[in-house]
């Protein structure tokens, strides 16, 4: 009996072993971190670089809380109408509208997000144009088990026109378009993600204001908006 009894807890022990083994190359979303906001920019420097308020960073670890390398990060902005984004980005893709790239050795993916939205600032509170509300971007990763959701995130961007053909990059046209967005919350329309430039999960008069002191910064360093053609992507309902 003790030959079995050593067999059977040696047997339970390589079970948890190979389960821990198995387990080690899983995203898991719990110990994983997605930020709550990804402000979606231009370029700056005459188009040299992205603008780097929109600098975002996806940390992937497994059920052991240890950092996975190599990991595939994807930004699903698919379900976003009213956010496209612009070709010209690293890791952008049109076609599957995705931002993506690999883990470093710390299990984290850091982006860049260009795009822009395309509300045309034509409706009159409390009409608003559609789009998404919070949480509108799917994140996931895959280190070659499979995809696994770590979460979702609200796209918020600074060029709020510039995909309906109208200003590159944020204006004043932009500051206007935030403030219909504020006016027609306060008649009672939903929230949209895209006007949240304070990124508070909520849209007030302090966005029409962060929104205008965006402008005046890009001003500033050479803000040239979106450097390449914007996905085509159809229009929100």
């Given at each position: 009996?003790?030959?079995?009894?050593?067999?059977?807890?040696?047997?339970?022990?390589?079970?948890?072993?190979?389960?821990?083994?198995?387990?080690?190359?899983?995203?898991?979303?719990?110990?994983?971190?997605?930020?709550?906001?990804?402000l979606c920019v231009g370029k700056v420097n005459g188009g040299a670089n992205p603008d780097p308020v929109g600098l975002?960073?996806?940390?992937?670890?497994?059920?052991?809380?240890?950092?996975?390398?190599?990991?595939?990060?994807?930004?699903?902005?698919?379900?976003?109408?009213?956010?496209?984004?612009?070709?010209?980005?690293?890791?952008?893709?049109?076609?599957?509208?995705?931002?993506?790239?690999?883990?470093?050795?710390?299990?984290?993916?850091?982006?860049?997000?260009?795009?822009?939205?395309?509300?045309?600032?034509?409706?009159?509170?409390?009409?608003?144009?559609?789009?998404?509300?919070?949480?509108?971007v799917t994140v996931r990763a895959n280190a070659g088990t499979g995809d696994v959701t770590l979460g979702t995130t609200?796209?918020?961007?600074?060029?709020?026109?510039?995909?309906?053909?109208?200003?590159?990059?944020?204006?004043?046209?932009?500051?206007?378009?935030?403030?219909?967005?504020?006016?027609?919350?306060?008649?009672?329309?939903?929230y949209k993600g895209r006007g949240d430039i304070n990124l508070d999960g909520n849209i007030t008069i302090s966005d029409?204001?962060?929104?205008?002191?965006?402008?005046?910064?890009?001003?500033?360093?050479?803000?040239?908006?979106?450097?390449?053609?914007?996905?085509?992507?159809?229009?929100?309902?």
């Amino acid at each position: 009996m003790t030959g079995l009894v050593r067999k059977a807890t040696l047997l339970g022990v390589c079970g948890l072993f190979a389960a821990s083994i198995a387990m080690a190359n899983v995203p898991d979303p719990a110990r994983s971190s997605v930020p709550a906001f990804v402000l979606c920019v231009g370029k700056v420097n005459g188009g040299a670089n992205p603008d780097p308020v929109g600098l975002a960073t996806v940390t992937v670890r497994d059920f052991a809380n240890n950092p996975i390398a190599g990991a595939l990060v994807t930004l699903d902005f698919s379900g976003c109408c009213d956010i496209n984004l612009c070709d010209a980005g690293v890791g952008h893709s049109c076609a599957a509208r995705t931002v993506s790239g690999l883990t470093n050795g710390s299990g984290q993916f850091s982006f860049t997000v260009l795009a822009a939205a395309k509300d045309p600032g034509t409706r009159v509170p409390p009409a608003q144009y559609g789009g998404c509300g919070h949480g509108g971007v799917t994140v996931r990763a895959n280190a070659g088990t499979g995809d696994v959701t770590l979460g979702t995130t609200t796209a918020v961007t600074l060029d709020v026109n510039g995909a309906a053909g109208q200003s590159n990059g944020a204006t004043i046209s932009d500051v206007g378009n935030v403030l219909n967005l504020f006016g027609s919350i306060g008649l009672g329309a939903p929230y949209k993600g895209r006007g949240d430039i304070n990124l508070d999960g909520n849209i007030t008069i302090s966005d029409v204001g962060v929104e205008l002191g965006h402008v005046g910064r890009l001003g500033l360093i050479g803000g040239v908006g979106c450097t390449g053609a914007f996905c085509a992507k159809p229009a929100c309902p």
